[in-house]
């Protein structure tokens, strides 16, 4: 659970930096001309996608540990959050304000989790285990989200300084990617021993 968080934020936060930080680009090149004006909600979409990701893994392990109904109410809560911002934000700020909506709701599903006894303790470790790849993120790619100016050459010294950031903040630990990598091998590179010396038996007669 917890190497899944830690890596899965490590992969997405320099995405969600280049999001950010080329909103407008991304989106004209991608798109034409006609909707620049697009690029002003790519920013929300791109800080919703890093909780998202932390919502998955939770939601599958209330799942994995029988509490699927508390899983539930959290999502509802999310749902009703969702809801009620669209409510105010939209007529206010369109599209921006329904990107905005979908972020608070994610955010609103992960802070529910210390309303629960049954899920506090889950909902810290969620944070804790987010929180030194969101830290070195910042630190790395903040200035190429705050200068206009030299803004590629900023993204870049991030790139470069981001893998430091993460070893000396102890965001990855390299077993635990070793495993993950493992886990998620398809089930036919992963053949029982047995099995592979039959077929090598029959492959030699």
């Given at each position: 659970?917890?190497?899944?968080?830690?890596?899965?934020?490590?992969m997405v936060l320099p995405i969600v930096a280049l999001e950010i930080a080329?909103?407008?680009?991304?989106?004209?090149?991608?798109?034409?001309?006609?909707?620049?004006?697009?690029?002003r909600i790519f920013p929300w979409l791109a800080v919703s996608a890093l909780l998202v990701f932390a919502d998955i893994v939770t939601g599958a392990r209330?799942?994995?540990?029988?509490?699927?109904?508390?899983?539930l109410h959290l999502v509802?809560?999310?749902?009703?959050?969702?809801?009620g911002a669209n409510f105010?934000?939209?007529p206010r700020y369109g599209a921006v304000g329904a990107?905005?909506?979908?972020?608070?709701?994610?955010?609103?599903?992960?802070?529910?989790?210390?309303?629960?006894?049954?899920t506090r303790a889950l909902t810290v470790l969620t944070i804790q285990s987010i929180a030194p790849a969101t830290f070195a993120g910042l630190v790395c790619f903040g200035p190429a989200l705050l200068v206009s100016e030299f803004r590629l050459a900023a993204f870049t010294c991030g790139i470069v300084a981001?893998?430091?950031?993460?070893?000396?903040?102890?965001a990855v630990?390299?077993?635990?990617?070793?495993?993950?990598?493992?886990a998620i091998r398809p089930a036919a590179q992963r053949r029982p021993p047995g099995r592979t010396r039959r077929v090598e038996d029959i492959e030699e007669e």
């Amino acid at each position: 659970f917890r190497a899944s968080l830690r890596v899965l934020t490590t992969m997405v936060l320099p995405i969600v930096a280049l999001e950010i930080a080329f909103a407008e680009p991304i989106v004209t090149r991608l798109l034409g001309d006609a909707y620049t004006e697009s690029a002003r909600i790519f920013p929300w979409l791109a800080v919703s996608a890093l909780l998202v990701f932390a919502d998955i893994v939770t939601g599958a392990r209330l799942v994995a540990t029988g509490l699927e109904t508390r899983n539930l109410h959290l999502v509802l809560f999310a749902a009703v959050t969702n809801v009620g911002a669209n409510f105010w934000l939209i007529p206010r700020y369109g599209a921006v304000g329904a990107a905005a909506g979908t972020l608070i709701a994610y955010a609103v599903r992960l802070v529910a989790g210390f309303l629960f006894s049954d899920t506090r303790a889950l909902t810290v470790l969620t944070i804790q285990s987010i929180a030194p790849a969101t830290f070195a993120g910042l630190v790395c790619f903040g200035p190429a989200l705050l200068v206009s100016e030299f803004r590629l050459a900023a993204f870049t010294c991030g790139i470069v300084a981001y893998p430091v950031a993460l070893y000396l903040l102890g965001a990855v630990r390299v077993p635990e990617v070793a495993r993950l990598i493992a886990a998620i091998r398809p089930a036919a590179q992963r053949r029982p021993p047995g099995r592979t010396r039959r077929v090598e038996d029959i492959e030699e007669e």
